[in-house]
């Protein structure tokens, strides 16, 4: 149980499209969803937390008009990078926790690779 | 700000050797502490957590982490390790709140 998959598995866009990332947990309600983003040998970085219902909370540095995020749904979170850039380019992964996260394990999707042209 | 330190970033082991991976962090109150390891080409999977209770903590595959509160550590420990956990290592911490931070994550190796 607690799978949480993302679609898609990669992208490439032209610079100034937007994309649009979706993270599902498949068979649990996700009250919390994470977004983050992964740099090539590097740690995961968190980018915002969504609640089902809820605006984002963002990280600081993190711009809000460029990563949208929408958690319409127990089951579905979305980030859209508006406007993409090739400085954009990355991996994304999403995260899904049942509860308050501190307290419970996240659930980690497989991770969309972006690449901006 | 808290923060989390995995000093190691390349490990390279033969088979049946034993494994320490470090993670220390820091925060000066009450966290919950978790392994993460991602096998190539696939996604973070939990191999354990602490919360509370027993501080030395058995996970999946055989790994087990031991937490010293005094010493703000949370290290990562297998007896023999085998080609099949060649993968990448991270830590993680939370205060309580409900955000992860990340440790920048250990790449193991092992040799068949």
């Known amino acids: 149980g607690a799978v949480v998959s993302q679609h898609p598995s990669r992208v490439i866009c032209k610079s100034g499209t937007s994309v649009k990332i979706e993270c599902r947990s498949l068979?649990?309600?996700?009250?919390?969803m994470f977004w983050y983003r992964q740099f090539p040998k590097q740690s995961l970085m968190l980018m915002a937390t969504s609640n089902e219902g809820s605006k984002a909370t963002y990280e600081q540095g993190v711009e809000k008009d460029k990563f949208l995020i929408n958690h319409a749904s127990l089951t579905l979170s979305t980030l859209t990078v508006t406007s993409a850039h090739p400085e954009d380019s990355s991996f994304y992964i999403c995260?899904?926790?049942?509860?308050?996260?501190?307290?419970?394990?996240?659930?980690f999707g497989p991770g969309t690779r972006l690449t901006v042209l | 700000a808290q923060s989390v330190s995995q000093h190691n970033h390349h490990v390279i082991l033969s088979e049946a050797a034993s494994l320490e991976l470090g993670c220390n962090y820091s925060y000066g109150g009450t966290v919950n502490l978790f392994w993460y390891v991602q096998y190539p080409g696939q996604h973070l999977q939990l191999l354990l957590k602490y919360f509370s209770g027993d501080p030395l903590v058995k996970g999946i595959k055989g790994f087990e982490a031991e937490f010293i509160k005094s010493k703000f550590s949370f290290n990562l420990r297998k007896p023999s390790v085998q080609w099949s956990d060649t993968a990448e290592y991270f830590c993680?911490?939370?205060?309580?709140?409900?955000?992860?931070?990340f440790g920048t994550g250990t790449r193991l190796k092992v040799l068949a």
């Open positions: 995260s899904a926790s049942r509860g308050l996260a501190g307290y419970n394990e996240q659930f």
């Open positions: 068979d649990f309600q996700a009250t919390t």
């Open positions: 993680a911490v939370s205060s309580g709140t409900y955000k992860y931070i």
